[in-house]
């Protein structure tokens, strides 16, 4: 800070004093007590008009006022000599873009798709519990056609805006239909492919525990179906999910079949 500049901060806190003296001490502390809003611009033209005035004769002080201008002078000269925008920020600035431009960037997240919420369902008396998305849900009984005779089955179904997911299990067979574990596996294959009217694509046999099953899937232009058909027991147990071709999720269906599970009492 120069001498001059100094001199008259100076000259300014005491002619605030002075007011003190010959107006009182409310309009002096008022005065004191403002505070200016930071601006580079209104801080640059303060300095410019106290430059080009000339000093004011200093009138002799008491220590008490005197003490009173030194403090105001450390205040202003405190104020006036922050560093501005101009001064400090644009340097801030600079640094922060060179530390954007060479840091180091940052791994993309990977995003997989999200399973719907999962319920679980309990069929104590018929052996079985099963896990599927949550959604409107449906029961009903729906009679298959098994070689001329007639198969009834209670379905359980839950909807979703892209999918359908069937758990069924069919009335106990003829004793004649469960001859040939394998033909009355073929049958049930054939038979809900009828019903649905959609080609079959795939084909091949599975288990569950030792009893026999086969996995198939049917497909229409705009829709595919995934089944898997088990006979245990003396029941069918068929599991299915109905997907639109544009919006497949494997995932959902391996976690639907996979939850599939038999209880103790499957022998009922």
Same mark, same amino acid.
């Given at each position: 800070m120069?001498?001059?500049?100094? %001199?008259?901060?100076?000259?300014? @806190?005491?002619?605030?004093?002075? $007011?003190? %003296?010959?107006?009182?001490?409310?309009?002096?502390?008022?005065?004191?007590?403002?505070?200016?809003?930071?601006?580079? &611009?209104? #801080?640059?033209? /303060?300095?410019? =008009?106290?430059?080009?005035? &000339?000093?004011?004769?200093?009138?002799n002080l008491s220590d008490?006022?005197?003490?009173?201008?030194?403090?105001?002078?450390?205040?202003?000269?405190?104020?006036?000599?922050?560093?501005?925008?101009?001064?400090?920020?644009?340097s801030q600035l600079e640094q922060e873009i060179n530390r954007l431009q060479t840091a180091q960037p940052a791994p993309l997240l990977t995003v997989q798709p999200s399973l719907q919420p999962w319920q679980s369902f309990i069929f104590k008396s018929e052996?079985?519990?099963?896990?599927?998305?949550s959604g409107a849900v449906t029961e009903e009984t729906k009679t298959v056609k098994m070689a001329n005779d007639p198969l009834n089955f209670q379905m359980l179904t839950t909807l979703s805006p892209v999918s359908r997911f069937v758990v069924a299990y069919s009335e106990p067979l003829q004793p004649t239909q469960l001859e040939d574990?394998?033909?009355?596996?073929?049958?049930?294959?054939? @038979? /809900?492919? =009828?019903? @649905?009217?959609?080609?079959?694509?795939?084909?091949?046999?599975?288990?569950?525990?030792?009893?026999?099953?086969?996995?198939? &899937?049917?497909? &229409? #232009? =705009?829709?595919?179906?995934?089944?898997?058909?088990?006979?245990?027991?003396?029941? $069918?147990?068929?599991?299915g999910v109905s997907q639109q071709n544009s919006k497949q999720s494997p995932e959902e269906i391996t976690t639907f079949f996979n939850s599939f599970r038999l209880l103790n009492n499957v022998s009922l």
């Open positions: 120069s001498k001059l500049f100094k %001199t008259l901060m100076l000259s300014v @806190a005491m002619s605030l004093v002075t $007011l003190t %003296t010959s107006m009182g001490k409310t309009l002096s502390q008022q005065v004191l007590n403002l505070t200016p809003t930071p601006s580079h &611009s209104g #801080a640059n033209l /303060i300095q410019s =008009d106290l430059l080009a005035q &000339s000093p004011p004769q200093i009138p008490q006022q005197r003490l009173q201008v030194e403090q105001e002078v450390n205040r202003l000269q405190n104020y006036f000599g922050r560093p501005t925008f101009f001064e400090q920020g644009r052996g079985f519990a099963v896990a599927m998305p574990p394998q033909a009355a596996l073929r049958i049930a294959r054939n @038979a /809900i492919a =009828d019903t @649905a009217k959609f080609q079959l694509t795939e084909d091949q046999p599975i288990s569950l525990d030792n009893y026999p099953g086969r996995e198939f &899937s049917l497909k &229409s #232009a =705009d829709e595919t179906i995934k089944m898997r058909v088990f006979l245990i027991q003396q029941r $069918l147990y068929a599991l």
